[in-house]
């Protein structure tokens, strides 16, 4: 594999603490996939096919109804690792993974994932982990949902995307990759009320615009905005 990419695979926070030789196992079973623009990993339905870790570009996890209205839970972008809940529940994916630009894909097959399972039970207990993770995030933007405003709740989704929803040992780049009519659709709200708060932020010297970017140029404000208490705005 390729150093840049395990040097990104060790600043995932799941993947850095696997015991060694649980590592070694998905760096030498793993298969590295190139996609296009638009491409599909997994749709909603697929049976279970793998794990999968982001090495390049960005992924759009969410739905697309027949209808073509679209909604969207999460950017994954590198180094996140997704595809882990129907290995889980054994149940068909329960949403879409269709890349938002050339993307690189770290797979590790189903077959490898049952065979190191077979020969280590424990580790179920690291999948449990990645699980409970996005779990944990799913119940802070629920509560953010009934308590903040949306200027606050704003701030913490940025914060999420850079921190890749806790994925990072550490932030290493300001840049999120994304529409503002997406950030609407994972708020869901409006992209007028999106636009209008960006705009603010970046009056306030918090963050700078570009088309389909946002850079972060003060994270200490962003994250004081997202933990602020106050009452939410109705």
Not at 51 to 70: C, F, K, M, P, T
Not at 74 to 94: H, K, N, T, Y
Not at 114 to 122: A, G, M
Request: hydrophobic share 40%; with cysteine.
């Amino acid at each position: 594999m390729d150093q840049h990419y395990l040097k990104q695979l060790y600043n995932n926070v799941w993947f850095s603490k696997l015991p060694l030789h649980f590592q070694d196992y998905l760096i030498t079973h793993s298969s590295i996939h190139s996609l296009e623009k638009d491409q599909a990993v997994f749709y909603t339905g697929d049976h279970f096919d793998g794990l999968y870790a982001v090495l390049d570009g960005s992924i759009r996890l969410g739905y697309i109804d027949i209808e073509g209205n679209q909604a969207v839970s999460a950017i994954v972008e590198p180094i996140m690792w997704f595809g882990e809940i129907s290995l889980v529940d054994q149940q068909p994916r329960s949403h879409d993974a269709i890349c938002m630009q050339n993307s690189t894909i770290l797979q590790i097959h189903a077959s490898e994932i049952d065979k190191l399972i077979q020969q280590h039970p424990e580790f179920w207990f690291h999948i449990a982990q990645l699980t409970s993770q996005k779990l944990r995030f799913a119940f802070m933007e629920l509560i953010s949902i009934q308590t903040h405003n949306i200027q606050q709740r704003l701030a913490q989704r940025l914060l999420f995307i850079l921190n890749g929803y806790g994925n990072h040992l550490r932030i290493e780049n300001s840049h999120i990759h994304l529409s503002q009519e997406q950030l609407a659709q994972m708020l869901v709200c409006s992209r007028q009320t999106i636009n209008q708060e960006l705009q603010h932020l970046e009056k306030q010297g918090i963050l700078k615009l570009a088309f389909k970017r946002i850079e972060i140029l003060d994270h200490a404000r962003l994250h004081a905005l997202a933990h602020e208490r106050s009452s939410k705005k109705i």
